[in-house]
């Protein structure tokens, strides 16, 4: 082997490395830049000598010239569908929550004549769908699910996603695989395309799905070979010239030897029965936001092929599988008013008021539309219809407008009904003035916040930095929360966090009373005496009892900007 050659083969199992730690493993052990410094060496060897430029060369990942259109090919055995299922996790009883997939478990029982049965169990990756083959080790064609029976031709496109395999791994390779699985971008590549679309002044995509898409189906494939594409192995549908593994957890094993990517093990386990399934499904749940791709439920197989094969399918579904799909994350709804809300620190962030909708298993009101900046560069106005998304326990937030649904201005002379060329309402702005308390707002060069520069003159301001300084990982003080504090600043009580040690129980039973007055509580529906006077005894003790705090919780609780939770330990420590 020459110098040359065997920098090349040198290169060529770095960059499948790195390939393979980022995609299959999420745990990548080198900078972009040193994988894109890799690959360009590799690139210049194999200018110089073609010869070096083996088919499986990552160096082959880059696209090629762009097409007319895709070929259109019949997929030799269908891409099926899955039957969803839903549950109702408003639901206390788990045999109600989760009746479809009682219901599932008793089909599969049945048809099968067995008590108990294993279900192989996986994400549903939020993705697209495709189908590989590989002749002799080397893949071959690659298409979309298309309508299932036919799909697109993709290979050109799928050779440039570093994460499917170009050959596969091993000595004896079958001489005909197809393997199906699902093209993703994973979160982190999401945001990192959509900032550079706006750096470069292109239009973002709404998700990763809509990103995954539209990068895939490029008939200019080297745009393919730009985004960077995930891919999952999850079934086979063929095999020739070699064992077929007889279970599905068997396929997933024999999959990852042949060096796809395939969902880490913790993900996947193989389950028995409805309590097997649902505590799988809840697992999952809870693990979702932390996941590095999106998933939109669980996926639940009967584990062995030949129970598979016994139960069959119903039109385009098989019977031994089913998609347990988790609360949609987004939905349609539209804006009704855009305020401002601020915060402790003088942020004011502008919040849209929406129509309520039911996303990600809530009812949602608000969105938050971040700063203006973020409004001017979706868009957002009063009477848009917008997708709004609340992923997890985040903050729900406005994705994009449906600019299609803008109302408008009647056209001019035009009848009241004809849609005009004019939006009926104006772009956004921010106001110049605190929506609280009138003080000018200030937006400093290159900050994207803009602040109400009352300080503790705005009671918003005022009545956070009180919040801040009672909650749990401050001073901790039980029983006063937003509500009666933003009730004390509005009447005057306390101006500062050092007048709560001042208070008295008369004054707490009287803000109490004015309270409930001022939101309409007639005086029978006023909570007893009684009631109140413990209310306030318990308070006036937790205030007490946060007397003497150790020094890291009174300065992280003071609110000083930059004197975070950490930063205060390391303050106190260093102070004694
Ligand atoms: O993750 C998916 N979107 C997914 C779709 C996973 C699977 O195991 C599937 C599928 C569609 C059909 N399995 C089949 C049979």
């Not at 939101?519 to 003497?548: C, H, M, Q, Y």
Request: with cysteine.
């Amino acid at each position: 082997m020459t110098a040359n050659e065997l920098r090349a083969a040198e290169l060529r199992e770095l960059l499948n490395r790195y390939g393979h730690e980022y995609y299959v493993l999420d745990a990548p052990t080198v900078p972009d830049a040193e994988y894109d410094r890799l690959f360009r060496e590799l690139q210049a060897l194999e200018e110089a000598s073609p010869e070096l430029a083996v088919p499986d060369s990552p160096t082959r990942r880059v696209g090629g010239a762009p097409l007319a259109e895709f070929d259109s090919v019949v997929h030799a055995v269908p891409m099926l569908s899955l039957s969803n299922a839903f549950s109702d996790m408003q639901l206390a009883d788990p045999a109600e929550r989760h009746a479809e997939l009682i219901q599932f478990d008793e089909r599969v029982r049945k048809g099968l004549d067995l008590a108990e049965v294993e279900y192989a169990t996986e994400p549903k990756f939020d993705g697209l769908a495709i189908s590989l083959v590989y002749e002799h080790g080397v893949l071959a064609r690659a298409a979309t699910r298309g309508d299932g029976v036919a799909g697109e031709q993709v290979t050109e496109n799928v050779r440039t996603i570093r994460a499917i395999p170009l050959k596969l791994d091993g000595a004896n390779p079958p001489a005909l695989l197809e393997v199906r699985g699902e093209v993703l971008m994973l979160k982190r590549d999401f945001e990192r395309l959509n900032a550079d679309q706006i750096e470069r002044g292109d239009k973002t995509f709404a998700n990763p799905r809509n990103a995954a898409a539209g990068s895939l189906r490029q008939l200019d494939s080297r745009i393919t070979a730009q985004r960077r594409l995930s891919f999952f192995a999850y079934s086979i549908a063929r095999v020739e010239g070699a064992d077929w593994p007889a279970t599905h957890a068997g396929e997933m094993a024999w999959l990852k030897t042949l060096g796809f990517p395939v969902v880490e093990e913790s993900l996947r386990p193989v389950v028995r029965g409805v309590a097997g399934l649902s505590g799988y499904y809840e697992g999952v749940q809870t693990r979702r936001a932390g996941l590095p791709f999106e998933i939109d439920g669980v996926v639940y197989k009967v584990n062995r092929r030949d129970q598979q094969d016994a139960l069959g399918f119903v039109s385009r579904a098989p019977r031994w599988a089913i998609a347990h799909k988790f609360p949609a994350e987004e939905a349609l709804t539209v804006v009704e008013t855009i305020e401002e809300q601020v915060g402790r620190t003088g942020a004011i962030t502008p919040v849209a008021r929406l129509k309520p909708v039911f996303v990600g298993g809530v009812t949602v009101t608000n969105a938050t539309l971040h700063n203006e900046d973020e409004v001017r560069r979706k868009d957002v106005r009063v009477g848009d219809t917008v997708i709004v998304r609340r992923a997890g326990d985040v903050i729900p937030e406005v994705v994009s407008v449906v600019l299609a649904q803008r109302p408008m201005q009647p056209a001019e002379g035009g009848d009241l009904f004809s849609a005009g060329e004019e939006p009926r309402y104006p772009a956004y702005s921010l106001p110049a003035a605190c929506p609280v308390c009138g003080s000018h707002v200030v937006r400093e060069e290159g900050e994207a916040i803009a602040r109400c520069s009352g300080g503790l003159s705005c009671r918003a301001q005022r009545s956070q930095a009180i919040q801040h300084f009672a909650g749990r990982r401050m001073m901790d003080i039980d029983g006063l929360g937003e509500r009666y504090i933003d009730k004390l600043v509005e009447y005057g009580y306390v101006k500062s966090v050092a007048d709560l040690y001042r208070l008295k129980l008369d004054d707490l039973l009287e803000m109490k009373r004015r309270a409930d007055e001022d939101e309409g509580a007639t005086p029978e529906t006023v909570k007893a005496g009684k009631v109140a006077s413990k209310w306030a005894e318990n308070l006036i003790e937790a205030i007490d009892a946060s007397r003497t705090p150790p020094l890291a919780r009174l300065l992280f609780a003071l609110g000083i900007r930059h004197v975070g939770e950490s930063t205060a330990k390391t303050l106190a420590d260093w102070l004694g």
